[in-house]
């Protein structure tokens, strides 16, 4: 379910990206690309830049996996 819904984002967000004139969309997506990347680059200094893109994969799974738990808890939740 994770990668569908990772897959499914992916889809969505990259259809229409151009080089001139971005969207919002395309900035917002940019932006947080290169806050993620920023991040794990302060965290793990210059010698472990080889690895930034595999602990994004990570960090992206981990937050899909977090938002669904909490809204199928949510949702299991009012079915009671």
């Not at 259809?15 to 990347?37: C, F, H, I, M």
């Not at 210059?46 to 930034?52: D, L, T």
Request: hydrophobic fraction near 50%; include cysteine.
């Amino acid at each position: 379910i994770i990668m569908a819904v990772i897959l499914l984002l992916c889809l969505i967000l990259v259809r229409g990206l151009k080089v001139e004139n971005p969207s919002r969309k395309q900035v917002v997506l940019e932006l947080a690309v290169s806050k993620l990347y920023g991040f794990f680059e302060d965290t793990i200094g210059e010698n472990g830049k080889a690895y930034i893109p595999y602990l994004a994969a990570v960090a992206i799974y981990i937050g899909c996996h977090i938002c669904i738990r909490k809204t199928h808890i949510y949702i299991w939740n009012l079915r009671l």
